[in-house]
């Protein structure tokens, strides 16, 4: 079956390169090529979740990757560390209860 769908993609390939100007099958690919992606994107759902720490870093749940993160500080800067954790870094040490340092995640995951 595999060689079947091989040899027949090699004598379109073949026939729209000998026709200099548009393929006939050109629309026919293009449009199932558009109706598959459409039936694949209907049963695709993206789901968010925020996910706040009192710390320097928020991990986002099993199955999740983040997204974007904030540092509560503004001292501070974030990165992302295996696609799954947030850490703040702050360039002075933040000494005081009032501005205590917190980071936010922000963590989605793509389900069909």
Known sequence: MKMRVA???????????ANAQKCPLDGL?????????SAVLQKVTLSCITV????????????????CCSCTNPGCYWNISNDQ???????????????????????????M
């Open 7 to 17: 040899v027949l993609l090699a004598v379109i390939a073949m026939f729209c390169a």
């Open 29 to 37: 690919m293009s449009s199932l090529t558009e109706s598959v992606a």
């Open 52 to 67: 706040p720490s009192r710390g320097y870093k928020a991990e986002c749940p099993k199955g999740y990757k983040v997204m």
């Open 85 to 111: 954790t947030c850490i703040c870094q702050c360039a002075k040490p933040i000494s005081t209860t009032v501005n205590r340092i917190g980071v936010i995640a922000r963590c989605c995951k793509i389900a």
